[in-house]
């Protein structure tokens, strides 16, 4: 619990969420309209999910060696962790078909792109990550080629529907 009640309630006012020092857990907070039209502010304790992007094609390689030295520090902290490893996922490449773009229901993650893979399944966690690490490689002036095919499938994200999406409270 937060010692702090003046600040809880500043908290819950402001939606901001995170690592609490203090109560040593990370905090949650929500501000909810009841039925009655009165405002509830609830609070809850959980651990914070963190999804690590790596874009290396070396598996152990220096890459996924600075990913897993950052997660001992957030496992320190209670964070559960996950990564993703592109150079075993199927992503095509992004097709330029522009549907992405159309006013459909942002908040539904299988109309964020027309191609079904592997990203599916990348951007339901994206979503759901309180925190997002991406690591890769430098090797040719720029990023790897998983991480470019990575990024241009990000696109979807990057439209007037991403305050659906997000809410803009992911933080990177």
């Given at each position: 619990k937060l010692?702090?009640?003046?600040?809880?309630?500043?908290?819950?006012?402001?939606?901001?969420?995170?690592?609490?020092?203090?109560?040593?857990?990370?905090?949650?907070?929500?501000?909810?309209?009841?039925?009655?039209?009165?405002?509830?502010?609830?609070?809850?304790?959980?651990?914070?999910y963190i999804l690590a992007v790596c874009g290396s094609p070396r598996k152990n390689g220096n890459t996924d060696r600075l990913i897993k030295a950052f997660f001992e520090?957030?496992?320190?902290?209670?964070?559960?962790?996950?990564?993703?490893?592109?150079?075993?996922?199927?992503?095509?490449?992004?097709?330029?078909?522009?549907?992405?773009?159309?006013?459909n229901d942002g908040t539904i993650i299988e109309n964020f792109c027309t191609i079904k893979d592997d990203m599916t399944e990348i951007y339901r966690k994206l979503c759901s990550a309180d925190a997002v690490v991406i690591g890769y490689p430098i090797y040719t002036a720029r990023e790897s080629a998983q991480m470019a095919v990575f990024w241009d499938r990000l696109d979807c994200m990057s439209n007037k529907y991403n305050k659906k999406r997000f809410a803009g409270r992911k933080a990177g």
């Open positions: 010692s702090d009640s003046a600040r809880f309630r500043s908290l819950a006012k402001s939606g901001i969420e995170g690592y609490r020092d203090g109560s040593k857990q990370w905090v949650k907070v929500n501000v909810k309209q009841s039925s009655g039209g009165k405002r509830l502010i609830t609070k809850k304790s959980e651990k914070p520090g957030a496992r320190a902290k209670d964070a559960k962790c996950e990564t993703i490893h592109l150079q075993y996922s199927k992503i095509g490449y992004c097709i330029g078909c522009r549907k992405c773009r159309e006013d």
